[in-house]
């Protein structure tokens, strides 16, 4: 797919007015749009499309712009796409020269670029805005050097994973793709599953935990009849695992894993389209298990950019992350950081150096009077991840798969720091907009020049 650059043209349609002639050019999107690096992006993406082969892709402008819009506004693929037909600013945003009445992309193309740039694709669009937030000084060049540190968790869109659901879902996976590729199964076990699965529920919120259960084992017999029937019946190809092979493995792990799991067994299953999610207890009162998968946030210190957000797989120490969170900061931004402020979860992170520096909540050794206001606005970085998960999409990731979770915490860091690069432009925008209407009304108001009679001489 060959690459299609931005283009303007310089000759004016007669039947069409431009962009700019018909949008206030005070907009905070318009001027956003000035400040975010465009060629950067075009020669950083354009080398993953080929030239002179296929039919040409989008510009590189739009599909980045679509990406920011969407994790700016927390909306859907679908939803900005549609959004994006009825907003002019929107659409000067994303590099159109007139407007435009038809859908620029389909939505699915939206998932098809994401995977293109990938993990470090999302990194460099976390820079540019970075770029921006220097730019518009909603962020100053001297905070990169002191930084917050935390982890949360990107909850995955899966639902609560008891093992009645799993096992049924399993069983309806299977059925519908055994029928896909014209497989003849004995039995589906549509109807009876079903009601089984509607009993445990009804029993277990009885508190009838016997008869739960003995649903459940139903449910694991059904599943069970299902696989070693598709197992007898399907023509398997042992050089490439097919889709129908990778379910199976998941059915099976699901079929035969344990309600109490050892250290002996491997890592439990919670999703059967979604089987690298992990359960993280985070000692919530209100939320006991999280299922998802842990990242950690990196944000300056005194103005709460989000210069990192690195999706952590594994379920790992907190300690033992800082290292890694630390370095994608230093990729983003270029800078290394010189102080970092964590909370007592990262003792034992080992990153100490004569360069850097790290300060844990509760530390009274060598700590100065500077260092312990850092320490007390290392709780900023809590409403970070707050607006993260509210205003974002980092409460319920959809991407698909690891590389899904790394690029969606990415992408929000990026839309966090949007908004409040935005809202910098519309506070300065209205402040200005103050000032030049009032200089306006007293540079246009009409002066009336009132004759002065001449003086009487007696």
């Known amino acids: 797919m060959a690459l299609r650059a931005t283009t303007h043209t310089a000759d004016s349609d007669l039947f ?11 907009h905070p999107l318009v001027q956003l749009s000035q400040k975010i690096d465009w060629q950067s992006c075009e020669s950083r993406f354009g080398g993953l499309y080929a030239t002179g082969v296929g039919r040409p892709g989008h510009p590189i402008r739009l599909m980045v712009g679509l990406q920011l819009l969407k994790h700016t506004c927390n909306v859907s693929d679908e939803e900005v796409v549609a959004t994006w037909v009825e907003n002019p600013y929107w659409q000067y945003f994303c590099g159109e020269q007139y407007f435009r009445h038809e859908l620029p992309i389909d939505p699915s193309l939206m998932t098809g670029f994401r ?4 993990e470090a694709g999302c990194e460099f669009i976390l820079s540019l805005t970075l770029s921006a937030g220097l730019a518009t000084k909603t962020v100053a060049k001297s905070s990169l050097a002191v930084v917050n540190v935390d982890t949360t968790v990107q909850d995955k869109a899966v639902t609560f994973p008891t093992d009645a659901r799993l096992l049924h879902k399993a069983r309806i996976a299977l059925v519908r793709l055994a029928q896909r590729q014209g497989i003849a199964l004995r039995q589906s076990y549509e109807r009876i599953g079903r009601a089984a699965f509607v009993r445990s529920r009804r029993y277990a919120h009885a508190r009838q935990i016997n008869r739960a259960n003995a649903q459940t084992r139903k449910l694991r017999t059904y599943l069970g009849r299902i696989i070693r029937d598709i197992e007898r019946k399907r023509t398997a190809d042992e050089s490439t695992p097919s889709r129908m092979t990778k379910l199976l493995q998941v059915a099976t792990r699901i079929h035969t894993q344990p309600r109490k799991r050892s250290e002996a067994d491997p890592p439990k299953l919670y999703s059967v389209h979604a089987p690298e999610v992990e359960c993280i207890a985070k000692g919530k009162a209100h939320k006991q298990y999280e299922f ?25 120490y907190d300690g033992h992350t800082l290292q890694a969170c630390i370095e994608q900061a230093n990729r983003v931004t270029c800078v290394a950081p010189k102080e970092a402020y964590a909370d007592r979860g990262y003792k034992g992170h080992g990153c100490n150096t004569d360069s850097f520096k790290v300060w844990i ?21 809590e409403p970070v991840i707050g607006h993260l998960k509210s205003d974002g999409r980092l409460a319920r ?19 966090y720091n949007l ?6 432009l519309r506070l300065f925008c209205a402040l200005c907009g103050v000032t030049v209407r009032q200089f306006l009304v007293l540079l246009l108001t009409p002066v009336t020049l009132v004759p002065i009679a001449a003086p009487q001489i007696q």
């Open 361 to 381: 909540s509760g530390s009274k050794r060598g700590v100065t009077p500077a260092i312990e206001r850092k320490l007390k606005r290392r709780n900023a970085v």
């Open 292 to 316: 998802g998968v842990k990242v950690g946030i990196v944000s300056t210190s005194r103005e709460s950019f989000v210069l990192a957000a690195k999706s952590l797989p594994g379920n790992p």
């Open 419 to 424: 908004r409040k690069i935005l809202r910098k």
């Open 397 to 415: 990731n959809f991407l698909k798969g690891i590389e899904g979770d790394a690029m969606n915490a990415l992408l929000c860091g990026a839309g």
């Open 115 to 118: 995977k293109r740039i990938g």
């Open 16 to 26: 069409r007015q431009e962009l700019a002639n018909i949008i206030n050019l005070r």
